[in-house]
C-alpha cells in the first residue's frame, strides 16, 4: 500500500474507532455533611433527565439542599428543600424518562415528581433497596420513575443517611431530626 493511501486508510479507522467509542460518563460528587455520594450519570439513556440535572449543579442549585425524606430500606430524597424545609425555586418540568431501560434498583438515582408523570424538576431520590414497583412497567399508573444514574462511590454514606432518626416536622414526614445537607454538588471532570 502506498504511504499516502495508508495514511489515509488510519486517519480513517481512528475517525471511526474515536465516533464508536463510549462518551465518557460524566459524575457528580454530593459532598454531604455526613460523607461524599458519587454518582455516574446515564445521558445515553436519560438525556434529558441528565441535562436537568447537570444545569442545577451547574447552578449552585443542590449546594444548602438537605436529604428532606429519609424512609429505611426504600430511599433517601433531597435535592429541593432547605434545612428549614422550604422549597427552592425550580426551572419548569421535564418529561419523565422512566422507560429507558434503567431499573429503581439499590443505589440507583432517580427523579421525584408528583401524581403527575411529566412533574420532575430539581428533587432526586436515591434507592436504598430493589423498589422495582417504582419502574413503569411495574408501577400501578404505568409511568413510573426516571432513574438515570447510579452510586459509584459513598453507598456506605447512603446507607448511614437511611438510618437516621426521623419524624414528622413543618407538614412534612420522615424528616431527619438532624439536617442531612448536601453541602456541594460538583460535576467531576472526564477521565
Same mark, same amino acid.
Given at each position: 500500500?502506498?504511504?499516502?493511501?495508508?495514511?489515509?486508510?488510519?486517519?480513517?479507522?481512528?475517525?471511526?474507532?474515536?465516533?464508536?467509542?463510549?462518551?465518557?460518563? !460524566?459524575?457528580?460528587?454530593?459532598?454531604?455533611?455526613?460523607?461524599?455520594?458519587?454518582?455516574?450519570?446515564?445521558?445515553?439513556?436519560?438525556?434529558?433527565?441528565?441535562?436537568?440535572?447537570? !444545569?442545577?449543579?451547574?447552578?449552585?442549585?443542590?449546594?444548602?439542599?438537605?436529604?428532606?425524606?429519609?424512609?429505611?430500606?426504600?430511599?433517601?430524597?433531597?435535592?429541593?428543600?432547605?434545612?428549614?424545609?422550604?422549597?427552592?425555586?425550580?426551572?419548569?418540568?421535564?418529561?419523565?424518562?422512566?422507560?429507558?431501560?434503567?431499573?429503581?434498583?439499590?443505589?440507583?438515582?432517580?427523579?421525584?415528581?408528583?401524581?403527575?408523570?411529566?412533574?420532575?424538576?430539581? !428533587?432526586?431520590?436515591?434507592?436504598?433497596?430493589?423498589?422495582?414497583?417504582?419502574?413503569?412497567?411495574?408501577?400501578?399508573?404505568?409511568?413510573?420513575?426516571?432513574?438515570?444514574?447510579?452510586?459509584?462511590?459513598?453507598?456506605?454514606?447512603?446507607?448511614?443517611?437511611?438510618?437516621?432518626?426521623?419524624?414528622?416536622?413543618?407538614?412534612?414526614?420522615?424528616?431527619?431530626? !438532624?439536617?442531612?445537607?448536601?453541602?456541594?454538588?460538583?460535576?467531576?471532570?472526564?477521565?
Amino acid at each position: 500500500m502506498q504511504q499516502p493511501v495508508r495514511k489515509a486508510v488510519l486517519a480513517t479507522l481512528a475517525i471511526g474507532l474515536l465516533a464508536a467509542a463510549p462518551a465518557w460518563a !460524566q459524575k457528580v460528587r454530593l459532598a454531604t455533611s455526613m460523607g461524599d455520594i458519587v454518582v455516574q450519570l446515564e445521558a445515553e439513556k436519560a438525556p434529558k433527565t441528565v441535562a436537568n440535572f447537570v !444545569q442545577y449543579v451547574k447552578a449552585g442549585h443542590y449546594n444548602g439542599t438537605i436529604f428532606h425524606r429519609v424512609i429505611d430500606g426504600f430511599m433517601i430524597q433531597g435535592g429541593g428543600m432547605s434545612a428549614d424545609l422550604q422549597e427552592k425555586p425550580t426551572k419548569a418540568p421535564i418529561p419523565l424518562e422512566a422507560r429507558n431501560g434503567l431499573s429503581n434498583v439499590r443505589g440507583s438515582i432517580a427523579m421525584a415528581r408528583t401524581m403527575v408523570p411529566d412533574s420532575a424538576t430539581a !428533587q432526586f431520590f436515591i434507592n436504598v433497596g430493589d423498589n422495582l414497583r417504582l419502574d413503569a412497567a411495574n408501577s400501578p399508573d404505568g409511568n413510573g420513575y426516571a432513574v438515570f444514574g447510579k452510586v459509584v462511590e459513598g453507598m456506605d454514606v447512603v446507607d448511614r443517611i437511611k438510618t437516621v432518626p426521623v419524624g414528622n416536622k413543618a407538614g412534612h414526614q420522615n424528616v431527619p431530626q !438532624q439536617p442531612v445537607t448536601i453541602k456541594q454538588a460538583t460535576l467531576l471532570s472526564e477521565k
